[in-house]
């Protein structure tokens, strides 16, 4: 039988710089600031053989409380531009749209829902429900989870 793989969580401080730099390496090549394995390792200073041993037991923690991902519930007539006016309500709060799913509109409404990060939000949870709220074409809109 194999043994059980054990996870710690350990501060950043308390690691060896190598694996700090693993993981800076695989979050370039992830957002595109480096193409290749090669790109990243020489751009963060260390060799392509140190970012293979330790890429797969690297992994950054996110932090929950540094950011929020709320879900929210929609009821929304099925006219031309309404989900359009909703998503810009987002835009304009600076919450990041983490998907979007919408039903098939049935009796001339649709169901969707909307994930967000909303850590970065200048409007506060209540002013962008009531915006959203306000819209025409909006029957219900509300928090279904976070």
Do not use: W
Not at 33 to 48: C, L, N, W
Not at 82 to 109: E, H, K, M, R, Y
Not at 122 to 141: M, Q, T
């Amino acid at each position: 039988m194999g043994t059980k793989t054990k996870f710690y969580i350990v501060s950043a401080d308390a690691l060896p710089e190598i694996f700090i730099k693993v993981a800076e390496a695989k979050r370039m090549m992830q957002t595109g600031e480096a193409d290749t394995v090669g790109a990243a390792t020489r751009q963060v200073g260390i060799s392509r053989s140190a970012f293979y041993k330790y890429k797969d037991a690297v992994q950054p923690f996110n932090n929950m409380k540094t950011g929020h991902i709320i879900t929210f519930y929609a009821m929304l007539k099925d006219n031309p531009g309404v989900l359009s006016n909703v998503l810009s309500i987002f835009a304009g709060s600076g919450a990041n749209i983490l998907t979007i799913n919408q039903s098939i509109p049935t009796n001339d409404c649709a169901a969707v829902t909307i994930s967000a990060e909303t850590s970065d939000m200048e409007l506060s949870l209540e002013d962008l429900i009531g915006h959203a709220a306000a819209l025409e074409g909006v029957i219900k809109f509300e928090i279904l989870a976070g």
